[in-house]
């Protein structure tokens, strides 16, 4: 039941944050591409379309959190946790590809010196990216917060999409000013720079996502947490060997504990029983706990 509830919380949460992220995205897409035709500014529509893209980006999300929450079945009898990875996979590559056309198109710009050709942004387009700026900052915290809280991978990595974005509008910013003080070269630079920040922030969500995909172990202190709760059962004497993986957002959990040889059959195994309650009570990450008995000294 408390599992259940768990997971309802998981989907309620994630469902509320990527829905709010596609109304502000689509409402802020539209006032930037309005303001950028508006006040003739490129770098506004480019911001513009890199807000749309997110919209995109979070129905990948929402999707892949969808069938990550999904129960196991005979197909996949240990759920589809690593389907969620997926997704976060999936908003990296979208992530860094929108970055490499942002870096490429102030390549270009900076390698072509036609500065004289382009034309002075209005003050509209400015006052947008102020606003742009202070909307993806806050919806990063907003999404980065509620991450947190349900420990969803795909969410934390768009919540680091929202930051590329307000990146992307500081660049657009500096840009812009620097094009109305008469250096329209600072927009592509700027830019320059906002693709390594961009391409970091999908490196980060990739690799993540990578390490919960391969069966990658508990960070060191997680595991000897895991080792101090196992000895806390009076009959353990030992633990011989315990190996962890993590699977989704979820941690699996292999340990095999050293007690008194001269135990039946039926008290070991109330020991193994014991140490997998207290186990699951002290992690609610562990989906799965596998507890092998061995006579200690042996």
């Not at 109304?23 to 807000?51: E, P, R, T, W, Y």
């Not at 999300?61 to 990550?68: C, E, M, N, S, Y």
């Not at 930051?163 to 630079?189: E, T, V």
């Not at 690799?207 to 101090?228: F, G, L, P, W, Y």
């Amino acid at each position: 039941m408390e599992k259940k509830m768990e997971k309802d919380e998981f989907q309620k949460v994630a469902t509320r944050v990527s829905v709010v992220t596609i109304i502000v995205n689509a409402v802020l897409a539209l006032f930037k591409l309005v303001a950028g035709l508006v006040a003739h500014s490129n770098a506004m529509i480019s911001d513009a379309v890199h807000s749309a893209s997110d919209v995109f980006s979070t129905i990948v999300v929402i999707i892949g959190i969808h069938l990550a929450s999904k129960e196991s079945d005979k197909e996949h009898p240990y759920g589809h946790e690593r389907l969620e990875c997926v997704a976060a996979l999936l908003l990296a590559v979208v992530l860094f590809i929108t970055g490499l056309g942002i870096g490429a198109d102030a390549l270009n710009n900076i390698l072509q010196g036609d500065y004289e050709s382009l034309k002075v942004p209005g003050m509209l387009a400015l006052v947008a990216a102020f606003i742009s700026i202070a909307t993806k900052e806050a919806m990063f915290w907003y999404t980065k917060i509620n991450a947190k809280k349900i420990d969803s991978s795909a969410l934390m990595a768009d919540a680091w999409h929202h930051r590329s974005d307000a990146f992307s509008s500081i660049g657009a910013l500096i840009g812009i000013a620097g094009a109305r003080l008469g250096f329209p070269i600072m927009d592509s630079i700027a830019s320059l720079v906002i693709f390594v920040f961009i391409a970091k922030a999908a490196y980060d969500i990739f690799k993540d996502a990578v390490d919960k995909m391969v069966d990658h172990s508990c960070d060191e202190e997680t595991e000897q947490q895991i080792k101090d709760c196992v000895k806390q059962e009076k009959e353990v004497l030992s633990v011989d060997l315990l190996q962890t993986r993590v699977f989704g957002n979820k941690v699996y959990v292999d340990v095999e504990i050293g007690v008194d040889g001269s135990y039946t059959l039926q008290k070991a195994h109330d020991i193994a029983e014991q140490v997998h309650e207290n186990i699951e009570r002290e992690f609610p990450k562990v989906k799965h706990i596998m507890v092998h008995v061995n006579p200690a000294g042996k």
